[in-house]
């Protein structure tokens, strides 16, 4: 399994705000390599699926909700130690906890807004960008 590529999708509130070239002007300065990217939109059908991991949680249907309201941006990004820069790059999950100058300090508006998102581990990573990119949008 590669530990150079996570991924990595700019949520809606991010595209409705105009914050896309912000915030990967942020991912470009922090060292990461963009392997894929596209503008989408999920259906109904893939938020369920995507976040069928928290579908027992209360937010789940909010979650669905919002992930479907308007587009995103997926992406799948490479750098040595991907995930864990990833991670330390958008902050925490709460715009209020995250560190100064994370991406979600500086774009989020609150824990279900949160701007982005960024996978967990290596193995989510390879998952999250296997369900948005065939093989063949990689680069």
Same mark, same amino acid.
């Given at each position: 399994m590669r530990t150079d590529r996570t991924f990595t999708m700019l949520k809606p509130d991010s595209v409705e705000k105009?914050?896309?070239?912000? @915030?990967?002007?942020?991912?470009?300065a922090a060292g990461f390599k963009i392997v894929a990217m596209k503008l989408t939109q999920m259906t109904r059908r893939d938020a369920m699926k995507f976040y069928e991991v928290h579908k027992e949680r209360p937010f789940y249907g909010e979650l669905v909700e919002y992930m479907t309201r308007g587009p995103i941006v997926a992406a799948i990004l490479e750098k040595e130690n991907a995930v864990?820069?990833?991670?330390?790059? @958008?902050?925490?999950?709460n715009p209020a906890d995250a560190a100064e100058g994370t991406i979600r300090k500086l774009y989020a508006t609150s824990i279900g807004e949160n701007a982005i998102h960024g996978s967990d581990s290596d193995e989510n990573a390879a998952i999250e960008g296997a369900f948005h990119f065939a093989g063949r949008e990689l680069f």
């Open positions: 105009g914050y896309i070239g912000a @915030i990967l002007e942020k991912i470009n864990a820069d990833f991670r330390t790059l @958008i902050g925490a999950t």
